[in-house]
């Protein structure tokens, strides 16, 4: 359903286990940040009244995922770290080239979003399924259900928004670019490194 051309290796469920602190800790500022990333589009697309309408939503949803983050945090009794760089997202975000029409860059804006979406949804379905504490492996069952939905709306956006044959196309390539990057990561406690 995803797409994903190269799954993440289970064996990363292990090193997960071994730090739980440590992938809440990311987990939380990935919330925070796909909020930051709707709100970035609604202030940079104001035009397009169907994006604003779900990105306003999109903004309330991941901030409470961020708040029960946080809470999970707090119940076992550590503090939220500092936030640290993703570097998938960062080797990810040089895919297109910079410029182009505003459409162009709204719908490479999309697809990446689509696709961060797409690799967390994977990686809580992994942690659903393999972690040992099970009321975590819930948690993470409900948040794989909202990934996936987030995935398709932007990947729905930017195939209405650009041309449909040209963004299957930019699609397709991002996905094999995006393998070329997971060949590397998938050692960390983090859910996209």
């Avoid at 860059?105 to 379905?125: G, M």
Wanted: with cysteine; aromatic share 10%; hydrophobic share 40%.
């Amino acid at each position: 359903m995803l797409g994903l051309k190269l799954p993440t290796d289970p064996r990363w469920v292990n090193i997960v286990e071994k730090n739980i602190e440590e992938i809440l800790t990311d987990h939380a500022y990935c919330e925070q940040k796909a909020a930051s990333t709707a709100i970035s589009l609604i202030v940079s697309f104001p035009e397009y009244t169907e994006l604003v309408k779900e990105m306003t939503a999109l903004v309330k949803e991941e901030m409470g995922h961020f708040k029960m983050v946080h809470d999970r945090i707090i119940n076992n009794g550590w503090v939220l770290g500092r936030d640290r760089k993703d570097e998938y997202v960062i080797q990810l975000t040089t895919f297109f080239p910079k410029g182009g029409s505003r459409t162009t860059q709204l719908v490479h804006r999309l697809l990446y979003a689509a696709l961060i979406e797409a690799r967390s949804c994977e990686r809580f379905r992994l942690l659903s399924e393999q972690l040992e504490d099970k009321e975590l492996a819930e948690f993470y069952r409900k948040l794989m259900i909202s990934e996936a939905n987030h995935y398709t709306m932007f990947l729905s956006f930017a195939r209405e928004y650009g041309d449909r044959k040209e963004v299957d196309q930019k699609w397709q390539d991002l996905l094999d670019f995006e393998a070329q990057i997971m060949k590397d990561l998938g050692k960390k406690e983090t859910i996209h490194g």
